[in-house]
C-alpha cells in the first residue's frame, strides 16, 4: 500500500480480519472508505462505492467473490489494484473470473487463523494459470513460522500429508481462562 490507495473497508470491526482492514491502510497513510453497515451483504452497492470512490484496494471471502464476479457493476470497478482474498478456500475458476473482469487487478490469497489475527501465509494468483481445484495458501507471511506436522508431532516430509502448526512471536498463547 502506498498513501495513494482508497482501501474499502467493509468488516464488521467485531470479527478479527478488520484488524488488517484498518492497519494496513494506516501504516501506509492510505485512505479508508467505510462501507454502511451491512453493506457487505449488498454486491450492488458494493461495486458501487468502489467505483465512486476510486477504491483501491479491499478484500474478501471467496463464497462473495463468486457472487461479485456474477454482478454487473462489478466489471465498473476499473480502479481495484489490489484484491486480498481470504477466510475461505479460494478455487481456481474464481480467481480466473476475477481476472477476465478486471485483468489489471492483483490477487492475494491469504490464509490464517484467528489466533494469529487471520493471516498468516500468502500466495500471489498469477493471471493465466491453468491449475484446477483450490488456489495454494503460500508461503508464511513475515514473522511467522509454518510447520507440517505428522500425527506424532513430528515434522513430516516433504509431499507427505500432515497437519499444519503455525508459531511466531505475534500468535496467542492460549485462550483466557483455558
Known amino acids: 500500500?502506498?498513501?495513494?490507495?482508497?482501501?474499502?473497508?467493509?468488516?464488521?470491526?467485531?470479527?478479527d480480519a478488520s484488524?488488517?482492514?484498518?492497519?494496513?491502510?494506516?501504516?501506509?497513510?492510505?485512505?479508508i472508505i467505510l462501507a454502511k453497515p451491512g453493506g457487505h451483504?449488498?454486491?450492488?452497492?458494493?461495486a458501487q462505492v468502489i467505483r465512486e470512490q476510486q477504491v483501491t484496494a479491499t478484500q474478501f471471502v471467496p463464497s462473495a467473490l463468486r457472487f461479485l464476479v456474477e454482478e454487473p457493476a462489478f466489471?465498473?470497478?476499473?480502479?481495484?489494484?489490489t484484491l486480498i482474498i481470504g477466510g475461505e478456500?479460494?478455487?481456481?475458476?474464481?480467481?480466473?473470473?476475477?481476472?477476465?473482469?478486471?485483468?489489471?487487478?492483483?490477487?492475494?490469497?491469504?490464509?490464517?487463523?484467528?489466533e494469529n489475527t487471520d493471516d498468516s501465509t500468502h500466495f500471489v494468483i498469477r493471471r493465466g494459470n491453468l491449475d484446477t481445484g483450490t488456489v495454494p495458501i503460500g508461503r508464511p507471511i513475515a514473522n511467522v513460522l509454518c510447520y507440517v506436522l505428522d500425527a506424532a508431532g513430528?515434522?513430516?516430509?516433504?509431499?507427505?500429508?500432515?497437519?499444519?502448526?503455525?508459531?511466531?512471536?505475534?500468535?496467542?498463547?492460549?485462550?483466557?481462562?483455558?
Not at 500500500?1 to 470479527?15: A, G, N, Y
Request: glycine share 8%; aromatic share 10%.
Open 1 to 15: 500500500f502506498t498513501h495513494r490507495d482508497r482501501f474499502l473497508q467493509k468488516t464488521t470491526i467485531s470479527f
Open 19 to 31: 484488524v488488517a482492514d484498518f492497519m494496513l491502510p494506516l501504516q501506509a497513510g492510505a485512505s
Open 41 to 46: 451483504r449488498d454486491l450492488a452497492y458494493l
Open 75 to 81: 466489471t465498473q470497478c476499473t480502479s481495484l489494484r
Open 89 to 114: 478456500a479460494l478455487d481456481w475458476d474464481t480467481a480466473r473470473a476475477i481476472y477476465r473482469l478486471l485483468p489489471n487487478v492483483e490477487l492475494g490469497n491469504f490464509y490464517g487463523p484467528s
Open 154 to 178: 513430528q515434522l513430516a516430509p516433504i509431499g507427505v500429508p500432515g497437519e499444519l502448526h503455525i508459531g511466531g512471536v505475534q500468535l496467542a498463547r492460549g485462550y483466557r481462562n483455558r
